[in-house]
């Protein structure tokens, strides 16, 4: 499965972005699928994740209420919903996907992700 992220950009602070992942190739597997972020001189840290059936989410506390995860899976497509941005928001975000034997399963650890993105860099200025 190959992933790509797009959508990240410049925006000030309480503005909103979304994210996109298309996922291509061995797309009939059932994937539970997440979004992870890196700013610089940190750590990857899980930021959001969905079941394939779409009925079971997740969130970071830190972004919990602002950010809404979700997928359409006849696209082959998931996104990241990001609202009132903040400057603790900027980072480079990944999107991933790992097989799943059950449809509800949601994953949060990068260590049980497969297939990862190449990242989309979003920039807050305050």
């Known amino acids: 499965v190959q992933l790509q992220a797009s959508g990240g950009g410049l925006v000030q602070a309480g503005a909103s972005l979304r994210l996109s992942c298309a996922a291509n190739?061995?797309?009939?597997?059932?994937?539970?699928m997440g979004w992870f972020r890196q700013a610089p001189g940190k750590e990857r840290e899980f930021v959001a994740t969905?079941?394939?059936?779409?009925?079971?989410?997740l969130y970071a506390d830190s972004v919990k209420g602002r950010f809404t995860i979700s997928r359409d899976n006849a696209k082959n497509t998931f996104y990241l919903q990001m609202d009132r941005l903040t400057p603790e928001d900027a980072a480079v975000y990944y999107c991933?996907?790992?097989?799943?034997?059950?449809?509800?399963?949601?994953?949060?650890?990068?260590?049980?992700?497969?297939?990862w993105g190449q990242g989309t860099l979003v920039t807050v200025s305050s």
């Open positions: 991933a996907a790992t097989a799943v034997d059950n449809p509800i399963v949601v994953v949060t650890s990068p260590h049980l992700y497969d297939y």
């Open positions: 190739g061995r797309t009939s597997s059932t994937y539970a």
């Open positions: 969905i079941s394939w059936n779409g009925g079971s989410t």
